[in-house]
């Protein structure tokens, strides 16, 4: 069955999103589709059909959004009963066999604006031509198609624009490591300044295929606001590869305020309401890694001895089967339940973690630095403790440094250092929580300032909306 658009005014465009699985990716292209169907366009979004169920039950695309958002799952092979983790790991390590010849048959097969039909008879429901396509930066290798069916093409950098520069100075050349991928940083530095440091494999070669493919593009939108990617993008543009590239800074996109249909989610987080209530002003260490990478036992261990040594109320958002790692002594008169409103702490196996955010009793987010929780923290004036754990977060991490908005726990240099990543200890920990939350207000003022300039990026008017209009009038 066919999906029916209900708009018809000569100025709508029918815009295509292809997003990857995995929360940082689904949300920033989500809030696009929103912020365009908004706006009276037609929005295709196309993800894996494995993730559709995912996305849905999470409520990262709602059904007042599949109203205005016409939602196609991908037919890349994936199994569709495999757990959401699964789903995104396949996604991204089998991309290359499964989403490659998924988007060349999908982009086949599109009817597009200006060019006349194809034969193709797999369409996915859509009839009406599209304008543009608009693809996760990751998936760049996928879209040739584009050039030969003369379909405009952009991409979404679903983070900030800062860590995309590594990414570029990847070659045949980049050494490659045995270690795992999903403890590593794109920490690359250019050939001119010495040897490089060694990235995983598979990052190796989605990062070779990205910049193949990244200048056949028409341009880059970027997850994040022109007062904080200038300086970025102006880099990047030395690049003869980037030089000619249109940059739209239209973000950031955050997970949108709806009613948690899930009756225990709403229950959790009255629960959670009552207990930061009793707490006084800037008081609670929150402490998330995000939803994808599963912390370490290591990492649990001192960040719970952390939290024990500063005797503050504290969060720590950590998932069920993980807390048996919790050290004995640590667990004692800590809530796990939420039926002890006077408890000194809450593991929780999961958080609220916008309403904990945006809490006034909250001082301090101890954070894995993904882009979305480093974007919420922000937006709501909570300055961030940053412990990465791989891909752009050290670089997200040291941002916040730099910006006198927290402090880094890893530093550049010893990113990909076992030893120094063993130093990260529950005394170093504390000791950070302590200057960022408590002893000093400089991190908690800065951060205010930043809440107030991101809001206003994204209010009506703001940079970011218009940047979105001027990258909507270019296309045709």
């Known amino acids: 069955m066919c999906y029916q658009f209900t708009m018809a005014q000569k100025e709508q465009k029918h815009f295509l999103l292809v997003s990857v699985p995995g929360y940082g990716h689904t949300i920033p292209m989500v809030g696009l589709a929103r912020k365009l169907a908004s706006r009276q366009h037609k929005v295709t979004f196309v993800i894996c059909k494995a993730a559709v169920e995912h996305i849905r039950k999470k409520q990262e695309i709602t059904p007042e959004d599949e ?9 890349d092979g994936i199994a569709e009963n495999e757990s959401e983790d699964i789903v995104c790991y396949t996604s991204f390590l089998g991309f290359k066999d499964h989403g490659v010849p998924a988007m ?21 429901g859509i009839e009406v031509p599209v304008n543009a396509l608009i693809a996760d930066i990751f998936i760049a290798a996928s879209l040739v198609g584009c050039v030969e069916r003369k379909l405009p093409y952009y991409f979404l950098n679903c983070s900030a624009i800062g860590p995309f520069r590594s990414m570029l100075y990847v070659t045949e050349r980049t050494p490659v490591t045995e270690k795992n991928d999903l403890e590593s940083f794109e920490t690359i530095r250019p050939e001119s300044e010495g040897p490089q440091p060694a990235i995983g494999q598979m990052m190796k070669g989605m990062c070779l295929a ?11 939108l970027i997850n994040s606001f022109r007062e904080i990617e200038q300086r970025f993008i102006d880099e990047i543009k030395q690049d003869s590869r980037m030089s000619n590239m249109d940059y739209y800074c239209v973000g950031p996109f955050m997970p949108e305020e709806k009613d948690d249909k899930n009756p225990s989610h ?38 719970a001895k952390a939290l024990q040594a500063l005797k503050k109320p504290f969060i720590f958002s950590i998932r069920q089967h993980q807390q048996s790692i919790l050290p004995g002594d640590v667990r004692v008169g800590i809530d796990t339940h939420l039926d002890n409103p006077e408890a000194p702490g809450l593991f929780l196996h999961w958080a609220p973690q916008k309403l904990i955010l945006a809490h006034r009793a909250t001082a301090v987010f101890v954070s894995h630095c993904g882009w979305n929780s480093t974007i919420e923290s922000l937006f709501n004036g909570k300055p961030i403790v940053g412990w990465p754990i791989f891909g752009d977060q050290l670089e997200n991490s040291l941002w916040i440094e730099e910006m006198g908005l927290g402090e ?27 200057r960022v939350g408590y002893e000093s207000d400089v991190a908690r ?13 994204v209010a ?16 045709v």
Do not use: C
């Open 104 to 124: 060349q048959k999908l982009i086949k097969g599109l009817p597009v604006a200006g060019q006349p039909p194809t034969d193709a008879e797999e369409r996915y």
């Open 67 to 75: 109203k205005s958002i016409h939602v196609v799952g991908l037919e």
């Open 210 to 220: 990205m910049n193949q493919f990244l200048s056949t593009g028409n341009g880059i």
């Open 460 to 475: 009506p008017g703001g940079s970011s909306n218009r940047e979105l209009q001027d990258f909507i009038d270019a296309v």
């Open 266 to 303: 709403a229950e959790l987080g009255q629960k959670v309401t009552r207990w930061l209530d009793r707490q006084a002003d800037n008081s609670v260490v929150y402490v998330s890694f995000g939803s994808v990478v599963v912390p370490n036992e290591s990492r649990i261990v001192e960040i």
């Open 445 to 457: 003022k800065s951060a205010l300032k930043w809440k107030d300039k991101i809001r206003e990026a």
């Open 408 to 434: 880094s726990l890893l530093r550049r240099e010893h990113a990909d250092n076992d030893e120094e990543k063993k130093n990260i200890t529950s005394d170093k920990i504390a000791a950070a929580v302590r």
